[in-house]
């Protein structure tokens, strides 16, 4: 079962870093933002993972699809709030 602190949870966090992502210009910053957000979906409940990332293991965890799955993942979630 997915809980709303869960959710809201993982909104909160997900949303304030893709911000700091989009708008960011440095490669290490944004390279660090993509190390702590494959760090939290680790630790994720798998069932709001599967959730947000429609099955896919890769999600928010590919360097080439990063930027798309963070700002789908923040919609997914707003969308479950």
């Excluded at 079962?1 to 809201?8: A, K, N």
């Excluded at 290490?28 to 993972?49: G, H, P, R, T």
């Amino acid at each position: 079962m997915i809980t709303r602190d869960s959710i809201e949870t993982a909104y909160s966090f997900l949303h304030q870093k893709r911000n700091v992502y989009i708008h960011s210009s440095l490669d290490w910053q944004k390279d660090d933002i993509e190390y702590a957000i494959a760090a939290y979906v680790d630790s994720m409940s798998q069932e709001l993972y599967d959730a947000i990332s429609g099955g896919s293991v890769e999600f928010l965890r590919d360097h080439q699809h990063f930027a798309e799955d963070i700002s789908h993942a923040v919609e997914q979630l707003e969308k479950m709030l």
